[in-house]
């Protein structure tokens, strides 16, 4: 499996250029197309208020539009500069729609990539945006954290297993890091006061990945009553590991997307990037 076209999320920000690097790295490895999207919204009134006058307004607006279509030249000219076939498009439109837009193209390509929800354009509803690419456009989603100081595309990779469907997902769409990586670990989490029987079966998910030419290291952790997601980062950070996989899960209301405990605090506090699926 790899990876042909890939989108990631392109704004003015300082957190935006390390996701663009690690989609450029990637896509210079994959030999894949690049395709960067910005924002601009075509009113601003919820945030500026109904007495701003039009001229005003639309001063405001070309103003907004002229960074995105700054951000997308930057953009352009890091892929030329890596060799990497990419495109730039300009989304306009409402605020609220743009995260609905934006998961709707994401059904097009095979990967996306976004910045943590607590970072980019404050036009932008981040949390919305990380949860429509990840509950509503059926691809991966690769959440690149502002701090990244280095891409490491085959380095140690943390997988997270449950034995639910999202993480069989996750495990199998991250067959293109999985392959190449230095080392793969397994995380099996255990319950206090359960016996390691009583884990979530691995040894058939360790077959099927080594059939695909995968070796893995299974480690099993007590998860204790705290915060799960923590501890996730916990050992991933002992393991020194580049990336972490793992199956996105939400509590669904109303038909609107509600993140999981643990998969909100992966999004918010992993300081490497993170392959989610689900």
């Given at each position: 499996?790899?990876?042909?076209?890939?989108?990631?999320?392109?704004?003015?920000?300082?957190?935006?250029?390390?996701?663009?690097?690690?989609?450029?790295?990637?896509?210079?490895?994959?030999?894949?197309?690049?395709?960067?999207?910005?924002?601009?919204?075509?009113?601003?009134?919820?945030?500026?208020?109904?007495?701003?006058?039009?001229?005003?307004?639309?001063?405001?607006?070309?103003?907004?539009?002229?960074?995105?279509?700054?951000?997308?030249?930057?953009?352009?000219?890091?892929?030329?500069?890596?060799?990497?076939?990419?495109?730039?498009?300009?989304?306009?439109?409402?605020?609220?729609?743009?995260?609905?837009?934006?998961?709707?193209?994401?059904?097009?390509?095979?990967?996306?990539?976004?910045?943590?929800?607590?970072?980019?354009?404050?036009l932008v509803g981040q949390y919305a945006l990380v949860e429509r690419c990840l509950f509503a456009s059926g691809r991966p989603v690769i959440i690149v954290p502002a701090?990244?100081?280095?891409?490491?595309?085959?380095?140690?990779?943390?997988?997270?297993?449950?034995?639910?469907?999202?993480?069989?997902?996750?495990?199998?769409?991250?067959?293109?890091?999985?392959?190449?990586?230095?080392?793969?670990?397994?995380?099996?989490?255990?319950?206090?006061?359960?016996?390691?029987?009583?884990?979530?079966?691995?040894?058939?998910?360790?077959?099927?990945?080594?059939?695909?030419?995968?070796?893995?290291?299974?480690?099993?952790?007590?998860?204790?009553?705290?915060?799960?997601?923590?501890?996730?980062?916990?050992?991933?950070?002992?393991?020194?590991?580049?990336?972490?996989?793992?199956?996105?899960?939400?509590?669904?209301?109303?038909?609107?997307?509600?993140?999981?405990?643990?998969?909100?605090?992966?999004?918010?506090?992993?300081?490497?990037?993170?392959?989610?699926?689900?």
């Amino acid at each position: 499996m790899s990876f042909n076209d890939i989108i990631v999320h392109v704004d003015g920000t300082e957190a935006a250029k390390a996701r663009v690097a690690f989609a450029v790295a990637l896509a210079r490895e994959q030999d894949a197309h690049l395709i960067g999207v910005a924002f601009a919204p075509k009113a601003l009134l919820p945030l500026y208020g109904a007495d701003v006058g039009f001229a005003d307004m639309s001063e405001v607006l070309e103003g907004v539009k002229a960074q995105g279509e700054a951000a997308l030249k930057s953009f352009k000219a890091c892929a030329a500069s890596a060799g990497v076939s990419a495109e730039g498009r300009l989304m306009q439109g409402m605020s609220e729609e743009f995260p609905h837009d934006f998961a709707y193209f994401a059904r097009q390509v095979d990967v996306t990539i976004l910045g943590q929800p607590r970072d980019g354009d404050p036009l932008v509803g981040q949390y919305a945006l990380v949860e429509r690419c990840l509950f509503a456009s059926g691809r991966p989603v690769i959440i690149v954290p502002a701090g990244l100081s280095e891409v490491a595309l085959d380095g140690t990779i943390v997988a997270a297993w449950d034995g639910s469907a999202e993480a069989a997902r996750a495990f199998n769409d991250a067959l293109t890091f999985l392959k190449p990586a230095k080392r793969v670990v397994v995380l099996v989490g255990v319950a206090d006061g359960a016996a390691e029987k009583d884990a979530p079966p691995v040894d058939d998910m360790m077959s099927h990945l080594e059939r695909h030419g995968v070796s893995v290291d299974v480690v099993r952790v007590p998860t204790g009553e705290g915060d799960v997601g923590r501890l996730l980062l916990s050992q991933a950070k002992s393991l020194e590991a580049d990336m972490i996989v793992m199956g996105a899960f939400h509590h669904s209301r109303w038909r609107e997307f509600i993140l999981g405990g643990v998969t909100l605090t992966m999004l918010e506090e992993a300081n490497i990037p993170l392959f989610m699926a689900h």
